[in-house]
């Protein structure tokens, strides 16, 4: 459905979204070779990552501003970008519980979580390179149900994980710095999720 000089929303927001694939693959990465002594390393990185998805972020948001007629409301374009910017921000914020919390080793049902955030982006960033045919898309439902499902996932993983530290668990240390940590492995579900959000509300008002 885009015009090619509408091209530019659409493939930002693929680039954007694929911030959010590497993010979390440096994350899952970062857990499953886990080495306390390199968090700080870790946690640049990543930042780099994230500062990469703002710069796509406000260079799209520059020329939305020049925009005579976007392909799509400009309130739907703004909401859609910080939804999407929110993924890797969510992202990063496990990485720096991780290292505020001072975790000395991870938990398992943290790589759990951490492989749902993966499956998560990787849908949102598929999502999103349908998303400029959404008028004329046969694929588009299902891959908002495939996100909403990985998000339900995400929330069952979420309570048994702390129903897990409060019964499993005798060292209150340990059940604040991994409950904090577990809270913000389910934001990241929940990111992805708005996306699909957005996307389906554009669809809606647009067919």
């Given amino acids: 459905m885009a015009k090619k000089q509408d091209s530019f929303y659409f493939d930002n927001f693929v680039a954007c979204a694929e911030d959010s694939c590497r993010a979390a693959q440096m994350l899952k990465e970062t857990l499953e070779e886990f080495d306390p002594g390199s968090l700080k390393e870790k946690l640049d990185l990543i930042h780099e990552i994230e500062h990469s998805g703002d710069a796509k972020k406000h260079e799209m948001l520059d020329h939305l ?42 938990e398992p049902n943290a790589l759990k979580m951490t492989d749902v955030v993966i499956e998560c982006c990787n849908a949102v960033r598929d999502l999103l390179v349908e998303f400029k045919n959404f008028k ?11 996100i909403n499902d990985l998000e339900e996932e995400s929330d069952r993983l979420f309570m ?23 809270i913000y492995l389910e934001r990241c579900a929940d990111a992805c999720e708005h996306v699909a959000d957005v996307v389906e509300s554009v669809v809606m008002s647009n067919s």
């Fill in 160 to 182: 048994e994980s702390i129903r897990g530290l409060y019964t499993e668990s005798e060292d209150p240390i340990r059940i604040i710095a991994w409950r904090d940590i577990y």
């Fill in 136 to 146: 004329k898309s046969r694929t588009l439902k299902q891959l908002i149900i495939r």
């Fill in 65 to 106: 501003v020049k925009e005579f007629l976007p392909p799509i409301e400009r309130e739907d374009i703004v909401s859609l970008s910080q939804n999407i910017d929110n993924m890797t921000d969510k992202v990063e914020d496990v990485m720096l519980r991780v290292y505020m919390n001072n975790v000395q080793e991870i």
